[in-house]
């Protein structure tokens, strides 16, 4: 596959020393408190910064640092035969993407609240960023069916940018999905449905739900967002990408924009938004603005 040119080109001038990398699997992990300070220790001696979530039902992480330290590490990570087959997605920054380095233990990767849901069980279908791209160009699937695009993700991120066309339920948190996919389950007779969200964990999640629920051709995007910018650029998307880091938001090249979020009430403000009076840096936004 054609992997992001910007991407290459960045990291070949040298003009980019971190690399940012966001990474999950599905996988039963239940030795987690005994792996938790193993995780730490190996960040803190590489210096890097960011999240990693240590769950029962697998991993996540989101990661940044010099290429060097972060290779060491994801060769530390798939020594453990369960994470032997991590797939890593990559973006560049001149800084690093995140200010502190956290482990955390959780209960889900990411919350939906629906037990019977293990993909570690079985994956449901993905399609790829190259087949994807040629599915909206032609309007059909490879079997002649409209293809739908879904959003997974909270409304916020939905705003920064989204698919074109996409449907969108405007959720604020992602346990509000499953209630609202089975509600509108009549919408998408007839048609193949894509979920998506920035990295690939929400839209796993939100597939196989909607496979038990009895929707019969769904897929998801494998990698997200993120890996279709990476794969293909920004075909049939308008806008950004929301990240949870200090960039705030990545464009199709994979590259930092001028969307900050407020200091004070963490709402989303376009480089538009941030010429308005009501924006005034670490004190007010238009969107909290007199509140």
């Not at 449907?167 to 389950?185: G, Q, S």
Request: hydrophobic share 35%; charged share 25%.
């Amino acid at each position: 596959m054609q992997a992001n040119t910007a991407l290459q080109a960045e990291a070949h001038a040298g003009a980019a020393p971190h690399v940012n990398i966001a990474a999950y699997k599905f996988i039963t992990f239940d030795d987690t408190e005994a792996m938790r300070p193993q995780y730490q220790d190996i960040c803190n001696r590489l210096g890097l910064k960011g999240t990693i979530l240590l769950t029962p039902e697998g991993i996540n992480m989101f990661l940044s640092g010099p290429r060097g330290n972060i290779d060491e590490f994801l060769a530390w990570v798939r020594s453990d035969a369960r994470f032997a087959d991590l797939e890593v997605k990559e973006s560049l920054s001149a800084e690093q993407s995140h200010k502190r380095m956290l482990v955390k233990i959780k209960k889900e990767i990411i919350t939906m609240r629906m037990p019977l849901i293990k993909p570690e069980d079985g994956r449901a279908p993905f399609v790829e960023a190259q087949t994807l791209k040629r599915w909206l160009d032609n309007g059909v699937d490879d079997n002649g069916k409209p293809v739908v695009m879904v959003d997974t993700r909270n409304d916020f991120e939905v705003d920064v940018g989204t698919f074109d066309n996409t449907v969108d339920y405007r959720i604020k948190k992602f346990t509000e999905f499953p209630d609202l996919i089975a509600a509108h389950k009549d919408d998408f007779e007839g048609k193949t449905v894509v979920t998506f969200c920035t990295g690939g964990i929400r839209c796993e999640k939100a597939a196989i739900h909607m496979q038990n629920i009895g929707y019969d051709n769904v897929y998801q995007l494998e990698g997200g967002i993120l890996k279709y910018f990476e794969e293909v650029g920004g075909a049939h998307y308008t806008g950004d990408c929301f990240v949870f880091d200090y960039r705030t938001a990545l464009n199709p090249q994979l590259q930092p924009t001028e969307t900050v979020q407020c200091f004070v009430c963490r709402a989303v403000v376009t480089p538009r938004q941030q010429l308005a009076p009501e924006y005034v840096y670490e004190k007010s936004c238009p969107a909290c603005y007199g509140k």
